[in-house]
């Protein structure tokens, strides 16, 4: 019977084969078109970075390697980059260990108030960044403290406590607590089944979580903006160089920092496939 | 029986130092922000010096004063919204059904972009767009544009840039939810003589609203309060809310009217918010 049918069906017309192919392949073609727009200023920004550029980058002026080779030679911004990374590493720490406490209390117990703990988390993260940044220059003000480094630490720490929390807690509810069981069933107590079950089981979550608080960190600008005063981060020197033209020094931390952490995702999504395996 | 009191006292001991951090650094903050937002000027004071006289009135005249930056912020990151919804929910869909081994592979590439910083990308956007760039001497070649029409400094170049900097907040919770959706129910859809659309309407797009509603509201909430891409790739006739508070928090020094602002926009921001959570119906927030 197929047969018949095939042989009644006349040749499928040239149009009609492309708009089947079309039809079948348009969530990859769009999927293709949004990648290529993501990837539009990061190319840019690549290929801006071996410019022959002098002071402002701004035209194509000529290959060269030198913005690699050196790339302290416009020294504000390695001034600038060691800030950020300063300030990142503290607020990574910080926000890391006040954060997946919080989570453990959410995720894995019961209590009065847990509601409005999940609350408190949130709202951070619903508050726009403006808000955050100048409510928290007026109470550095308020008590005269000026800003600078140390509280643009503490605003860094606040704004990523939400979000290591949510990525902890993520990881805390996907755990089997059979484990934890199989492990006091073993004798083991409570303080060793977290040391050498629950805390091995989280730490992918943890490490995400500190990846994720770094980059937000290094990233962000607003906040930074209103709390660090005469200090200036990465971003703020971009912000600030931006009218005069950013020399390519810039493009080559932007897109070393690309690379570093496309590497870093790499390896880790090897180690965890081999941890995988080995199981 | 004292084993039994620290099992009750623990999750509160772990909440305790963080949530002593937020209370300072987040709760009185806004505590103070919303004292700050009643001050006035002291008469033959410094710039800069207030005092409190509850005046309310600061409110409606910062709202009058500047209608125009807050419909324009609410208007462009509603389109900001809504294009990223569009571009992002495609692009998730393909990563999570159509990519197979790649998989892995294409979600960092969604957050791979993350890591050049968002200002020097905005900035590319810039130039890109820009009268040196190649896209605006090509389109006027072909005729699309006029001589005269720039790209840049337009409502059109802040929403693109808007749209771009927030899509990794739309498509990972997009992917997420999606990705948790068991092909087989939309198998089961298709027995059941339901064609494409209908399967789209009535199993994914329903089985995804989390990832909708946590991806529109990431990108939402940002895009209101944000002014670094009205200053970098707009105008002075583009400016949003942010822009007018950070320029009030910095060259004009007045703080009072910044913090009613500030107050206005978080409000504004949380009404609305909560009213669409409602109508989404889902209370799952994070």
Known sequence: MNKQKDATIPTIPFNALVSRWFGRNLIRIYAVLGFTYLFIPVLYTFAFSFNDSGKSNLVWKGFTLDNWKNPCGAPEVCTALGNSIKIGLLATIFSTILGTMIAFAIGRYAFKGRSSSNLLIFLPMATPEIVLGASLLSLFLVFHINPGFWPTVIAHVMFCISFVVVTVKARIASLDPRLEQAAMDLYANEFETFRRVTLPLVAPGIAGAALLAFSLSFDDFIITNFNSGTLKTFPEFVYTSAARGIPAQANVIGSAMFILALLIVIAAQFVGRRVKVSK | ?286
């Open chain 2, 1 to 286: 029986m004292s084993n039994a009191l620290t099992k009750v006292k623990l999750p509160y001991l772990l909440l305790l130092p963080g949530f002593l951090f937020l209370f300072t650094f987040f709760i009185l903050p806004i505590i103070n922000l919303a004292q700050t937002s009643t001050q006035t000027a002291i008469v033959g004071g410094d710039t800069g010096q207030y005092e409190q006289t509850l005046a309310f009135s600061n409110y409606i005249t910062a709202f009058t004063e500047n209608k125009e930056q807050f419909a324009r912020s609410f208007v462009f990151a509603l389109c900001a919204t809504v294009l990223a919804l569009a571009i992002a929910y495609p692009l998730a869909y393909a990563i999570a059904f159509k990519a197979g081994r790649l998989k892995n592979f294409l979600l960092v590439l969604v957050v791979a972009p993350f890591f050049v910083s968002f200002l020097l990308r905005t900035i590319a956007w810039k130039q890109i767009l820009g009268e040196k760039g190649f896209v605006v001497p090509t389109l006027r070649s072909i005729g699309i544009i006029g001589e005269s029409t720039t790209l840049t400094s337009t409502s059109f170049a802040v929403v693109m840039g808007m749209t771009y900097n927030f899509l990794p907040f739309m498509t990972l919770p997009l992917y997420a939810s999606l990705e948790r959706i068991d092909p087989r129910t939309m198998e089961a859809s298709g027995d059941l003589y339901a064609n494409g659309i209908t399967t789209f309407r009535k199993v994914t797009l329903p089985l995804s609203m989390p990832g909708v509603v946590a991806g529109t509201l990431l990108t939402f909430i940002p895009a209101a309060g944000d002014y670094v891409n009205a200053a970098i790739l707009g105008s002075p006739n583009t400016k949003m809310i942010g822009n007018v508070i950070e320029s009030r928090y910095f060259k004009i020094v007045d703080y009072p009217t910044a913090a009613a602002l500030s107050f206005t926009l978080m409000a504004a921001i949380l009404i609305l918010v909560t009213v669409y959570i409602r109508k989404a119906g889902t209370e799952e927030l994070v």
